[in-house]
């Protein structure tokens, strides 16, 4: 087994047990509720308790990324063994701090070499979808030539498209981009949303309803993956009935390898809110 060790952050929102099963590292972001209740994401709080909270107080809490001093720690326990190089995908700097936070610690290590911190430019389970693809690697005894080169493929190569109930959430946190201009005040026109090469959230286009959003989306991965196999991702905030309908649907109509169904954790969960979900996709 390669001596490699892949760390990430909360907001890859990896179901537990794949992070127990590869030996995945996570480094928890935090979610303000307010000044004196705070909670690290998927830590302290999970993603169902997330959402009844935010149903009962009726807010929009604030998030925070991990301090480098956070990040250092991770790193010096990692590093206590001989050879070991560290793997960190993080989500899009464009997004967070959390990317930068992990680069500055890298710099205050002796060993600033035996670790690469990756921006993702992704969110949620399209940063999921790589960190576990990377650890299956490691677990199969890849060298970190052979990881870096399937990293680097990976970032190519993975889409992501999702649907939100509201644009309020990503209004509110800041992280909206040009989406504002997506949704306005158009009545049942559901916005198709992605992320663009540099990691901003953008209005990809925009349908009459969610069944008409979702046939475009199914038909936009079909353009781009064909028949070949691949990885998919469906994450989703309290809308599982969704979420299975869209896997079950992938399934049917992809050559799939693997497949996972993953709930949107706090953080994420904060910018997109309550309804939203994700597909995310890659090359096998």
């Not at 993603?47 to 998030?63: A, G, M, R, W």
């Not at 050879?83 to 997004?95: C, E, G, Q, R, V």
């Not at 306005?184 to 949303?193: A, F, H, Y």
Request: glycine share 6%.
């Amino acid at each position: 087994m390669s001596n490699i060790k892949v760390v990430t952050d909360s907001t890859a929102d990896i179901p537990v047990e794949l992070i127990e099963e590869l030996g995945i590292t996570v480094v928890p972001l935090n979610v303000i509720f307010s000044d004196d209740e705070m909670y690290e994401d998927g830590v302290t709080l999970t993603s169902n308790q997330f959402y009844q909270k935010v149903k009962e107080k009726n807010v929009i809490p604030s998030t925070s990324q991990p301090t480098p001093y956070q990040f250092e720690e991770v790193y010096r326990s990692l590093l206590e063994e001989d050879d070991t190089h560290i793997l960190s995908i993080h989500l899009s700097s464009k997004l967070s701090g959390t990317y930068q936070a992990a680069s500055i610690a890298k710099q205050t290590m002796d060993d600033i070499d035996s670790i690469h911190v990756v921006d993702s430019k992704r969110a949620s389970y399209a940063i999921g979808i790589i960190v576990v693809e990377m650890a299956r690697m490691v677990k199969a005894g890849k060298s970190l030539v052979e990881c870096k080169a399937r990293l680097e493929h990976l970032l190519k190569e993975t889409t992501v498209f999702f649907m939100v109930d509201t644009l309020e959430y990503l209004q509110k946190n800041g992280r909206i981009g040009t989406a504002s201009a997506v949704l306005g005040s158009m009545l049942k026109i559901k916005p198709i949303l992605s992320l663009s090469e540099q990691g901003e959230v953008i209005p990809f286009e925009k349908a009459r309803g969610q069944k008409k959003a979702l046939n475009r989306i199914v038909e936009l991965l079909k353009e781009q993956y064909g028949s070949q196999p691949i990885h998919v991702g469906i994450s989703h905030a309290v809308n599982e009935s969704l979420a299975v309908e869209m896997i079950d649907r992938i399934k049917a109509e992809f050559n799939v390898e693997s497949d996972v169904i993953t709930s949107i954790g706090a953080v994420i969960g904060a910018h997109v809110g309550p309804g939203t979900v994700a597909i995310s996709m890659t090359k096998a």
